[in-house]
DNA sequence: ATACCGACCTGTCAGC
DNA sequence: TGCTGACAGGTCGGTA
């Protein structure tokens, strides 16, 4: 489910609604899928601790857990279509709920996943899931990055060892804003147009995180809202419809596994 | 190194 | 009213 924009919305709802509170006692589910440490890992390393404050690092939730001795990181990826929402204790817990997490305020940590895709675990070295931030990076590192690849542009995108947090959606809208194809080789795209990329790919986060992220079938924010970002896709999830700009039918096309949507005559 | 592919899961929707 | 297949915001490991 959630790429960058969307794990930024959560991760700044969660960071203004449980920092400063304290997990007094935490229920995991019997599904081992999620969990990348053991259960009593994350139970023992959750209990009792305050929550200093909530970041992302790419895709991954990282919950700074404060302690005097060793402090920890609580890490979540949602992988496809995990949630992480604060709720009131009274409300339903719904179906696929693996975690519950219950705070000093009396409000609970819930983590949902149906397909399980996504990943709990705690680290106490200091988290690094590697490559670099799309907001922050340079032009200059930007171009290195991709120096020499002769890998489809979309695949080095979606590379999270390169960029982290790029996912189908926002590399798909973002060479269309380009005007790059997705197959083409990273190798043959001149510093002008990486230049353009750069640019399109931090306006495109930028956008969707000030509408809180796309919302496509279930993606929610830590309230419970959804985003308003679908409304401004161009090519994703727009097969057969005509090009914003030229009119000429969005084509799909499969790469790495992936449905990636583009305009054959915006895009060279 | 790099590519493609299936696997991991559940849910939904279109078509028959 | 089924049933079947395709597809879904992600990643990993095996194989050429």
């Given amino acids: 489910m959630p790429e960058l924009p969307e794990v930024e919305t959560i991760v700044r709802g969660l960071d203004k609604r449980v920092a400063g509170d304290t997990v007094e006692s935490v229920w ?10 053991p259960a ?9 601790k305050r929550i200093a404050r909530v970041r992302r690092a790419g895709k991954h939730i990282v919950f700074e857990l404060e302690a005097e001795a060793h402090p920890a990181q609580w890490i979540v990826h ?48 200091g988290f690094d899931p590697g490559g670099v931030e799309p907001l ?12 020499g690849r002769k890998t489809p ?3 080095a ?13 926002y590399a798909d809208e973002s060479l269309f804003r380009a005007g790059i194809r997705p197959r083409r080789r990273a ?8 230049s353009k990329l750069h640019r399109a790919l ?26 308003f970002f679908q409304f401004q896709h161009r090519v994703y999830g727009r097969e057969g419809e005509p090009c914003l700009v030229c009119k000429s039918p969005i084509r799909r096309i499969v790469l790495a596994g992936r449905s990636s949507h583009y305009c054959a005559t915006c895009q060279r």
């Avoid at 009593?40 to 009792?48: C, D, K, Q, T």
């Avoid at 931090?202 to 985003?227: M, N």
């Fill in 28 to 37: 995991i589910g019997s599904k081992p899928q999620p969990l990348k440490s």
């Fill in 40 to 48: 009593s890992v994350i139970a023992r390393a959750l209990e009792g």
């Fill in 78 to 125: 949602l992988g496809m279509t995990g949630r992480m929402v604060v709720s009131e204790s009274a409300a339903e817990v719904v179906k696929h709920t693996h975690l519950i997490a219950k705070l000093a305020s009396g409000r609970e940590l819930r983590f949902i996943d149906p397909r399980m895709f996504g990943k709990l675990s705690v680290v106490t070295a």
């Fill in 136 to 147: 922050e990076v340079t032009e200059e590192r930007f171009i290195a990055l991709f120096h």
């Fill in 153 to 155: 542009i979309k695949c």
């Fill in 157 to 169: 995108l979606l590379n999270q060892k390169l960029l982290r947090g790029v996912g189908n959606i």
């Fill in 187 to 194: 190798s043959t795209i001149t510093r002008a147009q990486f």
């Fill in 202 to 227: 931090r306006e495109v986060l930028r956008k969707a995180i000030a509408l809180g992220g796309s919302s496509i079938s279930d993606y929610v924010d830590a309230d419970g809202s959804e985003g």
